[in-house]
T-cell receptor
Framework: GAGVSQSPRYKVAKRGQDVALRCDPI?????LFWYQQALGQGPEFLTY????????KSGLPSDRFFAERPEGSVSTLKIQRTQQEDSAVYLC?????????????FGPGTRLTVT | GDSVTQMEGPVTLSEEAFLTINCTYT??????LFWYVQYPGEGLQLLLK?????DKGSNKGFEATYRKETTSFHLEKGSVQVSDSAVYFC?????????????FGSGTRLQVQP
């Protein structure tokens, strides 16, 4: 079956531009996570949705970062006024249930380069 | 806060060699532990997991045992193959905090030479 998909796969933005990154989770998955992965590092948590509710946004690095999942399926991560330090791979993951310990399925990521 | 520490790579081994990748963790509660693998050009995949002390997770010849007394979850494989070349990430989720997100280590790159 279809896994988690993300688009675009690659994005180059000039500093100061706004970007929107899309995540299509596995159908029926309740939980959706966004992570940021800097080069040579492990992913770091950004935000978490249970259905359409954003239950945890403690990892968002600044108020330039905004995420939504209005109908409880597709999610968009928006970064306003991009900065060079925003360059990273942005990973989306979904999980069937809301409980702790359930496997998270990851998408291929969007590589954002801010010039 | 929670954290995961992995041995630095790259780890370079010959085919059929024994593999150990060390992982230790710090958590406020009683975490579940995971190993994820990222093959070249692919997304992160769950390799194995353990949810309580002394549990052993295993998959594709890889094993890791949840050691609460040493706060460790070392990954082992008795005989590696070239196809095992990838980046391996140790991770935890801490049920005590109710935080469902994963906390990852920085990853260990494994290169297996024929």
């Amino acid at each position: 079956g279809a896994g988690v998909s993300q688009s675009p796969r690659y994005k180059v933005a000039k500093r100061g531009q706004d970007v929107a990154l899309r995540c299509d989770p596995i159908s029926g998955h309740v939980s959706l996570f966004w992570y940021q992965q800097a080069l040579g590092q492990g992913p770091e948590f950004l935000t978490y949705f249970q259905n359409e509710a954003q239950l945890d946004k403690s990892g968002l690095p600044s108020d330039r970062f905004f995420a939504e999942r209005p109908e409880g399926s597709v999610s968009t991560l928006k970064i306003q006024r991009t900065q060079q330090e925003d360059s990273a791979v942005y990973l989306c993951a979904s999980s069937l249930e809301a409980g702790e310990g359930y496997e998270q399925y990851f998408g291929p990521g969007t590589r954002l380069t801010v010039t | 806060g929670d954290s995961v520490t992995q041995m630095e790579g790259p780890v370079t081994l010959s085919e059929e060699a024994f593999l150990t990748i060390n992982c230790t963790y710090t958590a406020t509660g009683y975490p579940s532990l995971f190993w994820y693998v990222q093959y070249p050009g692919e997304g992160l995949q769950l390799l194995l997991k353990a949810t309580k002390a002394d549990d052993k997770g295993s998959n594709k010849g890889f094993e890791a045992t949840y050691r609460k007394e040493t706060t460790s979850f070392h990954l082992e494989k008795g005989s590696v193959q070239v196809s095992d070349s990838a980046v391996y990430f140790c991770a935890l989720s801490d049920r005590n905090t109710g935080r469902r997100a994963l906390t990852f280590g920085s990853g260990t790159r494994l290169q297996v030479q024929p």
